[in-house]
């Protein structure tokens, strides 16, 4: 267990360079990027090595087509399995680079009081602590030294852009380690003289952020220090690198995008042919709660029993199934089309989850006191803004939303009565405060008919902005109670559908052959189409 820690610490700022190894976008570009937080090159192997014994398929994210309790449909190979893992890596990133304007890679290490930061720090001592003794045996034992330098090197002509071939050479040329090891046998490396040389190219190569750095470097005599702090100025210097690589990048992907991420899921299905298990369960759960809804008002219907078989429509399944995620248990698997807008799906659910709660206090308010605030302007948002910091941090497992709501109720009890003060009108009784907190309070409950009766008119506003065409840019009437949040429901309302209209575009010829095994089964199937269908 503590090799595998200590592997894991010494290892950790592979992590973004083995997350992003496997792109294949813009090839030199993206190497670039693959390539931030540099370790010793001779570490690499034995990364791979307890990676694969941590993750025996691989990554963990070669099992996601497989995380329903079903096993897969067909025997999978390890090349076939990670070339499927290699392609949702490469889908996931591009998505991220695209979609994201504020996706950038950050250089983050351990809490130095962490069991970790402390196991790091100590294996890095014993290292340059150990370099250094070899430095000063006599004759100096430069091993390990020209190791570094060979390192270092190689991520000098990382930086380096296509047809710098004059660096390039002088680079190879100064840091030859087959030269520096012949010196060495004769005890005549300039190691003080290699270090400066670096430092310099580096001073050449870095952004202007960096300067205070590199100045910092030149001011530094101890050789060891010296090479320690230069390979955590070099760590530096590949994030700078990356973000800028990943600024240029992202209009590309953006152009390309809908292409290359079709073409990547393609190749994961052909690799893994259950990689549409939970998609396909998804579309089937809104196949059968449409068919219930149909069978319930058919029911109530004279003739119901005459009626033919109801005709669904696809884009209403599929419209039905996106406003599933709103409410969605992310504990849950997401359908695996889904996965690269996972997260941002979870926080529009939660900030919906916040907003329902402000929309029940106002209506709560508003229906029990409204005669004595009608004539307040804008109580509502002074409501709302009562609301807002107490439900902060809401969906976190540790927050008490009953307290919460407790405290809101007595917050607006204070704010009531003041308005009332205020205008020589006569306070709530404590019989109508009771009646206020109570209701606000019982919110939380289960089955909470004002509950219920805002998450219906969330959920009809939502249905209605999915209706929409595409390319229509206004907003459908928002319904009654939810006036106080329109500003927040129209921003999130713009957000969602943007990651559902993409969503269709990507996936559409997929969710096609889908909806037609399940809707029309006696129809052929095939391929997923080259061209979107028309939602």
Avoid at 38 to 57: F, I, R
Avoid at 214 to 237: G, P, S
């Amino acid at each position: 267990m503590m090799t595998r820690t200590v592997i894991q610490i010494l290892h950790a700022s592979l992590k973004a360079q083995l997350l992003l190894a496997t792109l294949n976008i813009q090839d030199r570009a993206l190497t670039v990027i693959l390539q931030a937080n540099p370790v010793p090159q001779h570490c690499v192997s034995l990364c791979v090595e307890c990676h694969q014994q941590l993750y025996p398929w691989g990554s963990p994210w070669a099992l996601l087509p497989f995380r329903n309790s079903s096993p897969p449909k067909t025997v999978i190979t390890f090349d076939e399995l990670m070339a499927a893992a290699r392609n949702l890596t490469d889908l996931t990133l591009a998505h991220e680079i695209a979609v994201n304007a504020n996706f950038c890679i950050k250089h983050e290490d351990f809490p130095q009081n962490s069991f970790a930061g402390t196991v790091k720090q100590i294996v890095h001592k014993a290292f340059w602590d150990h370099l250094e003794s070899e430095l000063n045996e006599d004759p100096p034992e430069y091993e390990h030294a020209i190791k570094l330098f060979e390192e270092i090197k190689e991520i000098l002509l990382s930086f380096l852009t296509p047809g710098a071939n004059r660096i390039h050479n002088q680079i190879c040329e100064v840091l030859d380690t087959d030269l520096i090891r012949q010196q060495a046998e004769h005890n005549a490396v300039d190691i003080h003289g290699l270090a400066n040389y670096i430092i310099n190219t580096m001073g050449k190569l870095c952004a202007p952020v960096r300067d205070n750095d590199i100045k910092q470097l030149k001011a530094t005599d101890n050789i060891v220090e010296l090479l320690r702090q230069i390979f955590r100025v070099l760590d530096l210097m590949k994030v700078d690198m990356a973000n800028y690589t990943i600024q240029n990048l992202r209009p590309y992907l953006q152009r390309n995008l809908v292409d290359y991420e079709r073409t990547k899921f393609q190749e994961i299905l052909e690799e893994t042919p259950s990689a549409l298990d939970l998609t396909t369960e998804w579309i089937k759960e809104s196949i059968e709660d449409e068919l219930s809804s149909i069978s319930d008002e058919s029911s109530s219907s004279p003739g119901a029993d005459s009626s033919p078989k109801p005709i669904i429509s696809p884009t209403l399944v599929l419209n039905n199934g996106y406003l599933k995620l709103l409410q969605w248990d992310y504990r849950k698997t997401i359908p695996e089309t889904l996965i690269t807008d996972e997260v941002r799906l979870q926080e529009l659910r939660e900030k919906l989850n916040q907003l329902k709660i402000i929309a029940c206090v106002c209506l709560i308010t508003n229906n029990m006191v409204g005669a004595a605030i009608v004539d307040v302007p804008d109580f509502a948002h002074q409501l709302k803004r009562i609301s807002v910091p107490l439900l902060e941090g809401m969906n976190k497992k540790t927050f008490d939303l009953k307290e919460a709501l407790n405290a809101i109720g007595v917050q607006i009890c204070s704010k009531v009565n003041r308005s009332l003060t205020e205008r020589g009108l006569p306070t709530l009784n404590e019989e109508m405060q009771s009646n206020l907190m109570g209701q606000i309070a019982h919110i939380v409950e289960e089955n909470n008919p004002v509950s219920s009766l805002i998450d219906k008119r969330i959920q009809f506003f939502m249905r209605s902005l999915l209706a929409l065409p595409s390319f229509q840019k206004c907003m459908p009437t928002m319904p009654g109670g939810l006036s106080v949040i329109q500003t927040e429901m129209e921003f999130i309302g713009s957000q969602y559908a943007s990651i559902v209209n993409f969503n269709k575009q990507v996936y559409g010829p997929f969710y096609a052959n889908i909806l037609r095994k399940l809707l029309f089964p006696e129809a052929p199937m095939g391929k997923a189409e080259t061209e979107t269908p028309t939602t």
